[in-house]
Each structure stands twice: as structure tokens, then as C-alpha cells.
């Protein structure tokens, strides 16, 4: 996994890359963390009380990212799981969001959780209504400052059916707060939650198709649930592994299902997701100078906040995955072509003024011989 080198003015040394897969292979069991985002109000206190009382047998831990005065409150609302779960612990995590300022004490308390005697099942991190969860991804997925047997789950975005689309208007046309797109474009799993806040009529199962369409347009790689107060399979909430390089199944399909959504009915400088295809083997190396030039160096000023692919990759019988958040990115030898595969490059962008035909132009220089 490689994420950009430190820049010079830099306070913080920023995380080393670590090899995801050698972690998984080092360590005899991983707690899984799943990230719950989502706007003010949406419906996450709601989804880690349903999941905390709901009848699983799991220990699960969860850790809360407030904001000074809201100290305390947070924890008040969420009733600690007198069903099946065993709420292991509670971490709170004041002053600041996770994303700057508090970003040591997360380390600080995963390191905590994980290093108990008895072991836990899952953590469920639940982020302020307006964290941005990009930086989250990021310490989870590959920090080195992890030094425990901890990774990124999931990250599951809950979206309030009857705001939704108010609040993605609202922020069509502005670059400065676009957290609900933003959440949105980095979620595995968005919940469409409150459907029973959608008037009932003829008509509500078109609002709900349309939101679903609206999401759609801004991350097809998410599984999109509909629900009332969060009640959904747990499935969908706990274990999906939608980090790992080995787990390639899902990604399989969802790459199946995945075209590129017309940017036509959008603003030029919107999320949308985006899908090249390739059918010519790709040198790796020219690959990773390719998507270096676009995460890190921002050469063609594109805003890629997610990627997920699969690559045919030359001199190799391996199929290769691909995975970015923001400038992190990490591209893996997952198994074996097989003989009923179609062995094709294909990649998955979502972010904001990202230039299609760039980028499969660009990607297309990566199949010539070096
Ligand atoms: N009608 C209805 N109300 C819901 C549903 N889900 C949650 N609520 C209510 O919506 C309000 C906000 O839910 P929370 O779970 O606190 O939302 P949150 O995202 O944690 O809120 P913040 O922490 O302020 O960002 C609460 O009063 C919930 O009872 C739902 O599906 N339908």
C-alpha cells in the first residue's frame, strides 16, 4: 500500500504505508472497524443502538468523536445494548474532529480496545455529524501507528430519506461544504434511513427510487439499504471486509453492475462515479506513476476520493485489485485469472471534475511496453 512521501513543512510525520495483507497474515484475529458517518440528525446514534441490541453475541466496543459542549450527551442518547451485545467499551473523543486534532487519541484508544484480555468482536467508530471521513479511512486502512490487529471495516454512510435531497441541493453549487456529498462518495454501505418520514402516496416509491438514483450518481460502488429508525440486516453493518484485497467477490460484482454515470444532469463540479475499461495488459509500474500523478501530484486537478478496480496486469497470471481513498492507494495480487474470467482492466473513480476521457487516455499509455 503507498501513500504520498511527507511534504517539508509538514508537523506531523505522516503514516507510513504497511502492507494490509501482511497484517492479515501476521496476526491470528483482526477487529474490524466500521466507520458510521452521516449528516447531523440522519440516524447513526439510531443504527449503534440497533446494532448493539440487536441478537448477534458479539463484543463490540464503540468509540464516539465529539465536539466540546456535546461531551456526554452523545453517550446519554445510546442505550448500551441490554439485548445480545456486550458493549465493551466506551471511548470518547473530545475536542476536535477525528480527522485533525484527535487523530492520536484515536490511535490511542483502538491500541486501548484491542490490547484488553478479552477480546472484543467489532468496534463501531461513529463520527460528528460533519466529519469528513476520508482521514479516518486512512489511519484505519493502513497507519503505522496501529501497531494492533485492527482494520477498517466498512464505511457506512446514513442519509435522512426525507432531508436528502434538500441537502444535496443546498451544496450542488458549493465547493466549501459539501459534507453530505462527501459522506456519501466514501460510503460502502449508504442507509437510506427515515423512509417512513417519505409521504406515503402512489408517489413515494418513486421519491425513494429517486434518491436512490441521486446516490447512485454520486458512488455506484455503494449498496444502497432503505430503512425505518436503521433496522437493517446486520450484514450489511458488520464484517463486510470491504478493504480486503483477498475478499474479491463482491467486488467482482459490483464491478459487474458498474457504468459510468453520466455526468450530463449534474454540475460540472460535482461527485460523480466514473468506469474505464481496458483490454490490454497494463504495465504495473506505469500504473502506479499513472494514479501517483493523479492522487498525489493532482496534475490534472481531478478530486478522486474513491477507486476500485480490478487490473491484467503484464508478466502476470495474478488478478490484481486496486483500491484508493483520497491519496492512498494499494494495488495487490488477489488470486489467479481463471478460465471463465474476461481478463480486463477495470476501474472505478468516484470524486469530483473528473475528466473521463483523460483518464482513460492516460491509462491506455500504461499498456505499451516499457
Ligand atoms: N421517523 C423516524 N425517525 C427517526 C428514524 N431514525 C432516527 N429517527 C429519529 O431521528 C432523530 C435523530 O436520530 P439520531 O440517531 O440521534 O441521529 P444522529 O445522526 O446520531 O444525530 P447527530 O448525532 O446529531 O448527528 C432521533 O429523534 C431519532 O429517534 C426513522 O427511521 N424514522
Redesign the pocket.
Known sequence: MKSPPPMDDEEETPPLAVEISDINDAKEYVVGVTVIT??????????INYVLNAQHGKKIAVILNEFGEEIGV?RA?INDGNGGALVEEWVELANGCVCCTVKHSLVQALEQLVQRKERLDHILL?T??LANPAPLASVLWLDDQLESEVKLDSIIT?VDAKNLRLQLSEHRDSSSFPEAFTQIAFADVVIL?????VPQSPMASDVLKELESDIYKINSLATIVR????NVDLSMILDRRAYDAKHIAHLESLLKENQSVSANSLHDHSFRTLCIYEEQQVDLSKVELWLEEILWEKKYNMDVYRCKGILNILNSDQLHTIQAVREIYEIVPARKWQQHDNPINKIVFIGRNLNESLLRDLFRACTLMP
Open positions: 452521516g449528516y447531523l440528525g440522519a440516524g447513526k446514534s439510531t443504527l452523545e442518547m461513529e460528528t455529524g446514513v434511513n427515515k423512509v417512513d418520514l430503512s425505518v429508525r436503521c
